[in-house]
């Protein structure tokens, strides 16, 4: 068998979280998918994927040899397009990651627009909360808020966002005044688990270097953005998040942006890929194609969320247009 192929199916078979799913994604049998798993796990005489009648799961092994099948497949296409002499065409597979909620209503509609503009590519997007090795997993292009360390990746800067303390006014009007990070003791506090849960920081004051803690006992804590911005704009209390992910509230004065004096400095906004990866023709069409959309996009969010929260406008679905 063609070890090749059957990193191929492999792969396929990760991506789609089951062998019957990589045989209709490859137009193949489901023995056939498994004869090709067995080829490989007897090539490196180890199991690589534990497997159930539901699903699949990368063995700690498979895991590496996984991550290591896609950079071999990855620069096998990027050598026969370059032997066609196709390496100025944008084609092929990309791959890109960012946080659940910044790719849903950021980047989706980007994304939705550049494959129209450009068929020949097609797109997997994984939108995942947690830290993603771009080159383990895969990955072409990433959009990231946040710090970036020092590293070998091509960061491409879009902008900045905001980090935002906000309640819905009707909750205010029947609770304590909120003008200090220590009045949210007083308070029902929605946390986000990406966000601090028993916690808040806020920046220094009086000339200190010493952050200020707020501890509270939130009376909830969510894992996912919408449910926290549902909750905190039914009223039910305060949340913290970034000024992007409340713009539809904050626009129809569901919600209002609180402290703003206290709010450490913006977080910038990255797109992130891999040195050398500028080169391939699909990633190059892409940020040539995104980043200036994403850039006015952001440069629109920094204008509206200066006004306090009073005309913060929702734009998300309108990124793709400009």
């Not at 205010?172 to 009045?183: F, G, H, K, M, T």
Request: aromatic share 4%; hydrophobic share 45%; proline share 5%.
């Amino acid at each position: 068998m063609d070890r090749i192929d059957a990193m191929k199916v492999l792969v396929s078979a990760v991506d789609e979280g089951s062998l019957a799913g990589a045989g209709r994604r490859l137009g193949r049998s489901a023995a056939a998918v498994s004869r090709a798993i067995a080829f490989l796990e007897a090539h490196v005489g180890t199991e690589l994927l534990h497997r159930t009648t539901r699903s699949l799961k990368l063995s700690e092994a498979g895991e590496r040899y996984a991550a290591a099948c896609r950079r071999v497949l990855t620069e096998l296409d990027e050598a026969d397009m370059a032997a066609a002499g196709e390496r100025t065409a944008p084609r092929g597979t990309l791959t890109l990651t960012a946080p659940v909620i910044t790719g849903e209503d950021i980047l989706r509609p980007v994304l939705d627009a550049f494959m129209n503009e450009v068929p020949t590519v097609t797109v997997r997007l994984l939108l995942l909360d947690r830290p993603v090795n771009l080159i383990d997993e895969g990955i072409d292009v990433a959009l990231r808020i946040a710090h970036l360390a020092d590293s070998s990746f091509v960061a491409l800067r879009l902008g900045e966002v905001r980090r935002v303390v906000a309640a819905a006014p009707a909750y205010l009007a029947r609770n304590p005044v909120i003008n200090e990070p220590s009045d949210l003791t007083k308070h029902r506090i929605i946390a986000m688990t990406h966000f601090g849960q028993d916690s808040w920081s806020f920046p220094p004051r009086d000339g200190s270097a010493v952050p200020r803690t707020v501890q509270f006992t939130p009376r909830l804590v969510v894992n996912t953005v919408r449910a926290a911005v549902a909750s905190a704009a039914e009223g039910n209390g305060v949340t913290r998040l970034f000024s992007y992910h409340l713009g539809d509230e904050i626009r129809n004065k569901r919600v209002r942006i609180l402290l703003e004096r206290d709010e450490y400095p913006p977080l910038p906004a990255h797109l992130l890929t891999r040195q050398g990866r500028l080169a391939v023709p699909k990633v190059r069409a892409f940020v040539d194609f995104a980043v200036p959309r994403l850039k006015r996009y952001f440069e629109r969010l920094s204008r509206e969320a200066k006004d306090g929260g009073k005309s913060i406008r929702s734009i998300r679905g309108r990124v793709s247009a400009d």
